[in-house]
């Protein structure tokens, strides 16, 4: 019963960490668009182009790899847990 608990928070506390970095990380990437935007384009009122540029960018970055590593969150403590839950009852 112990370790189905485990499971199911762990679960929810990794799914709570991912969403977290996961928003973090488009938001910084989308300040980062929006600033190349405003450092090519001086001046510029384009609130159409602007959006364009920063929605292209985001779906690049959503085909890109580093989204997928965020979902290492879910298996890099899994396998810690695993290691350590295994070495417990081994010896």
Excluded: Q
Aim: charged share 20%; glycine share 6%; aromatic share 12%.
């Amino acid at each position: 019963m112990g370790f189905v608990r485990l499971v199911v928070f762990g679960f929810v506390g990794l799914s709570i960490l991912y969403l977290c970095i996961s928003v973090y990380s488009r938001s910084v990437r989308r300040e980062k668009l929006e600033k190349a935007w405003d450092e090519e384009n001086v001046g510029s009122d384009d609130l159409a182009a602007r959006n364009a540029y920063v929605e292209k960018g985001i779906a690049a970055y959503n085909n890109s790899f580093r989204p997928k590593l965020i979902g290492l969150v879910y298996v890099i403590p899994t396998v810690i847990v695993m290691v350590i839950v295994y070495t417990t009852n081994t010896n």
